[in-house]
């Protein structure tokens, strides 16, 4: 069964650093990997996602991810962190070519953005 | 476009209650998915459902039914309201279901917060 791990429940960055989103994952075969973000009461919105070719994936609001085959990773960065970007986000994974297989979130690390 | 459309917002219930939380999309989209969300616990999925007709079960199923009798419509039933069913559940939809085009990103709707007394 697929599985994504994000270890840290807070990340704390000051306006302006960059900043990282660890997230690590289990999947048989090859993933499909996805960034979601949470803004206060609001559903979640589809910031970036890898399914093939380069390794480097750069989304909306300026974020970019890195995917890791070796180290099963696919972490989430930010050259310079903004205040508007402290919220919530998510990791997910599906395994590529099984068709009907749902998409599995981690639970979560909370970016918090100090100006 | 609405995009995906949940309701109520709010609801509280007794225990023992039921009541169906409705998910509409106007996109087309194939697949439809219901997740609840706890503090700490992230996004478990319920039910999904890859077309008319067809649902499956998530990582959480008990206590709650799923029926996909259109395209557009993915209602959450719940049969008999418990304290631990007190949560957030979020529909989602997405165009694609098979993994040939990688296009399986899921629309959101705004969320329903569920109160079990």
């Known amino acids: 069964a697929q599985s994504v791990a994000q270890p840290e429940d807070q990340v704390n960055v000051a306006e302006g650093n960059p900043l990282t989103v660890k997230c690590t994952y289990s999947?048989?075969?090859?993933?499909?990997l996805f960034w979601y973000v949470q803004y206060p009461n609001r559903g979640l919105q589809f910031l970036l996602k890898?399914?093939?070719?380069?390794?480097l994936v750069k989304g909306s609001y300026g974020f970019e991810a890195e995917f890791n085959k070796s180290q099963t990773s696919f972490h989430l960065k930010k050259p310079s962190a903004l205040v508007s970007d402290s919220a919530l986000y998510f990791c997910?994974?599906?395994?590529?070519?099984?068709?009907?297989?749902?998409?599995?979130f981690g639970k979560g690390t909370t970016l918090s953005v100090s100006s | 476009n609405a995009g995906v459309t949940q309701t109520p917002k709010f609801q509280v219930l007794k225990t023992g209650q039921s009541m169906t939380l409705q998910c509409a999309q106007d996109m087309n989209h194939e697949y439809m998915s219901w997740y609840r969300q706890d503090p700490g616990m992230g996004l478990r999925l319920i039910h999904y459902?890859?077309?008319?007709?067809?649902?499956d079960q998530g990582e959480v199923p008990n206590g709650y039914n799923v029926s996909r009798s259109t395209t557009e419509d993915f209602p959450l039933r719940l049969l008999s309201a418990a304290p631990s069913q007190t949560s957030v559940y979020f529909c989602a939809s997405s165009q694609d279901r098979s993994f040939s085009s990688g296009a399986n990103v899921l629309t959101f709707g705004a969320g329903s917060r569920l109160t079990v007394l």
């Open positions: 890898y399914i093939t070719g380069d390794n």
């Open positions: 999947v048989s075969g090859n993933p499909y």
């Open positions: 997910a994974v599906r395994p590529a070519n099984q068709a009907g297989t749902a998409l599995i």
């Open positions: 459902s890859v077309g008319a007709g067809i649902t």
